[in-house]
């Protein structure tokens, strides 16, 4: 069964379209990949919409933003440990 007439424009159309649709799957798996973000930078970014909105919702312009280092998020961890010692005060 070979096409005829008209028949090899559709397959041409249709070899255009699927052609079409391919790219746009690299395209967009390609922009997913280059837009990943790891953990921490999702957590930060989080942390700092969190901060401008809070400090918009009280009249504030802008409030300093700091990342927590792995230092700091341990210290306060220990802090937190310690004060549910018994005998600690």
């Keep these: 069964m070979r096409p005829r007439g008209r028949q090899w424009w559709k397959l041409v159309g249709l070899a255009g379209v699927v052609g079409v649709a391919a790219t746009g799957v690299v395209a967009v798996r390609a922009e ?14 989080l942390h700092e919409r969190y901060t401008r909105a809070y400090a918009a919702r009280d009249g504030q312009q802008e409030m300093a933003v700091t990342a927590r280092t792995w230092r700091t998020r341990a210290t306060a961890a220990l802090h937190g440990v310690r004060s549910r010692l018994p005998g600690s005060s």
């Design 32 to 45: 997913r990949q280059r837009k990943a973000y790891t953990p921490d930078e999702v957590r930060a970014r």
